[in-house]
């Protein structure tokens, strides 16, 4: 080969190197995985503003149900499952008892989705305890309603929350003849988590700069659920960690909201998981 073409050729090889492979990219950080699905409340215990009355989940039909629930939610292999009790306090104590005794048989489970989604998925998975992530939150709904009534808003106000009230007495027709797990696949729709939070986006039309009624209402609730995350964070601070969290669907939507922009958290969408 002449001198000239040996000459060309290893000025081109750097050139054919980064063709052929590309510019190096800085690996990309380790998240945790958080997985949110929201959940009605099974055990009716009315403690919402607006509530809706489900049905028995201990038929076999329903129990059979809940089973394939949560072999769906298994796929995403959970290393810790985060549920709707504050931790610290002896409602946990008496929880973490109760899943002993489930884990050993002497446990039957109650009407609520603690028990029916929490406690029989970590067991399926060999969990040796389950998390409670809740936070104490102030929501004095009372005090916006005195305001809307004094500035001639109550009329307004009443049909918002009765919005509320008419999709959920809807939900209870469709979870009288949906499966559990369709079920749960319609009410973790992103499109239905984003109108729940345009819902109490809607509540900051009430009030004035010195009398910031809605703001406040809606701020309450917001530290609320920073709590919560923050709860679940302390739970699970390792990249490594898939969690789980099951909580009220009237939540979903904050936590989502929060975690999105976390550079720590992956969110992933239960509603992929329940096809």
């Not at 104590?93 to 489970?109: E, H």
């Not at 975690?259 to 720590?264: D, K």
């Amino acid at each position: 080969m002449k001198p000239l073409r040996v000459f060309l050729l290893l000025l081109l090889l750097p050139v054919l190197a980064l063709l052929s492979f590309g510019p190096r990219r800085a690996a990309k950080p380790a998240r945790a995985q958080v997985m949110i699905l929201g959940s009605y409340h099974m055990g009716n215990p009315g403690a919402d503003l607006v509530n809706m009355q489900a049905d028995d989940v201990t038929t076999p039909q329903r129990q059979q149900e809940l089973q394939k629930l949560a072999e769906k939610l298994a796929r995403f292999r959970p290393t810790k499952i985060c549920l709707e009790w504050a931790p610290g306090t002896r409602y946990d104590s008496l929880v973490q008892v109760r899943y002993q005794k489930y884990l050993a048989g002497t446990y039957q489970l109650k009407r609520n989705e603690i028990d029916q989604i929490g406690f029989r998925l970590a067991k399926m998975l060999g969990h040796e305890r389950v998390y409670g992530i809740d936070a104490p939150g102030r929501f004095e709904f009372g005090e916006l309603m005195a305001y809307a009534q004094r500035h001639g808003q109550d009329e307004r106000l009443k049909r918002q929350v009765q919005s509320v009230d008419s999709m959920l007495k809807a939900d209870e027709q469709v979870l009288l003849k949906t499966p559990l797990d369709a079920y749960f696949r319609q009410i973790n729709h992103p499109a239905l988590h984003r109108l729940y939070h345009d819902w109490y986006l809607r509540l900051l039309h009430y009030g004035t700069p010195q009398e910031p009624a809605g703001s406040r209402l809606v701020a309450d609730y917001y530290e609320r659920n920073i709590r919560i995350v923050a709860n679940l964070m302390q739970v699970a601070p390792s990249p490594q960690e898939r969690v789980l969290v099951v909580y009220g669907n009237g939540h979903t939507s904050f936590l989502k909201n929060i975690l999105a922009n976390s550079s720590e958290y992956d969110l992933v969408e239960a509603y992929d998981f329940l096809k």
